[in-house]
């Protein structure tokens, strides 16, 4: 079957790191993308990795372990404006003809505190 | 600017009507797709088109009907057969396999 799961909910302090872990389970795996949403609003492109290691873009940065199926994402020097859902999706690369479907988890919303 | 436009922002429907969401894009991406948000869940895809005058159902596409006449444009129509029709509804496109463009949303209520 196919699974995503990440922590519901997290805090932290403004200023500080936060690593936000995303676990899959899918039938094929063709790459992985982090997307940043506001309440209420449209889910932006923050990430995405589809060999194992660390892609670094800004105070954001991605990990992936294939052999784990296992990847965080790391927020730097925490602002209040990251007060956000952060969505975790796998590419399925069990579908031919080129298809790019993407399996979301839940997301994890983030709460940022002074 | 480039972009994804959803229209209404919010919509308000009686049990027993089609509603038709609008999404357009000018990106000129050939992908299009429709997902639906509930609360505490992931994004679940309804419908999909690769090319125009092309589209796949998705994983949740019961009670719910597309068309892709022009590249632009990419409608949804919530029909009167969905069961449990309230929640936001975001478009969005990609070129080939690249990441996924979203727009605004829209949010339907259905009283």
């Known amino acids: 079957g196919q699974n995503i799961d990440q922590p519901t909910e997290m805090t932290a302090t403004e200023g500080a790191i936060v690593q936000i872990n995303c676990t899959y389970q899918?039938?094929?795996?063709?790459?992985l993308f982090w997307y940043q949403q506001h309440a209420g609003e449209a889910p932006t492109f923050l990430s995405y990795n589809v060999l194992d290691g660390l892609e670094e873009k800004g105070r954001f940065s991605s990990f992936l372990s294939r052999s784990k199926g296992y990847s965080y994402l790391l927020l730097k020097e925490l602002q209040m404006k990251d007060s956000a859902s952060y969505l975790c999706?796998?590419?399925?690369?069990?579908?031919?003809?080129?298809?790019?479907?993407?399996?979301f988890g839940a997301g994890t919303r983030l709460a940022v505190h002074p | 600017d480039g972009g994804i436009t959803q229209s209404p922002k919010y919509l308000f429907r009686k049990e027993g009507q089609n509603v038709t969401l609008s999404c357009e894009q000018n990106?000129?991406?050939?992908?299009m797709y429709w997902y639906r948000q509930d609360p505490g869940q992931g994004l679940r895809l309804i419908y999909y088109s690769q090319i125009v005058n092309d589209f796949q159902k998705g994983d949740i596409a019961e009670g719910y009907s597309v068309s892709r006449e022009k590249k632009e444009s990419f409608p949804l129509t919530v029909t009167s057969a969905q069961k449990n029709p309230t929640a936001f509804y975001l478009c969005a496109s990609s070129m080939g396999r690249n990441e996924q463009f979203f727009g605004p949303g829209t949010r339907l209520t259905v009283l």
């Open positions: 899918t039938s094929g795996f063709n790459g």
């Open positions: 999706a796998v590419r399925d690369g069990s579908i031919s003809g080129g298809y790019n479907k993407l399996i």
């Open positions: 990106l000129n991406h050939d992908a």
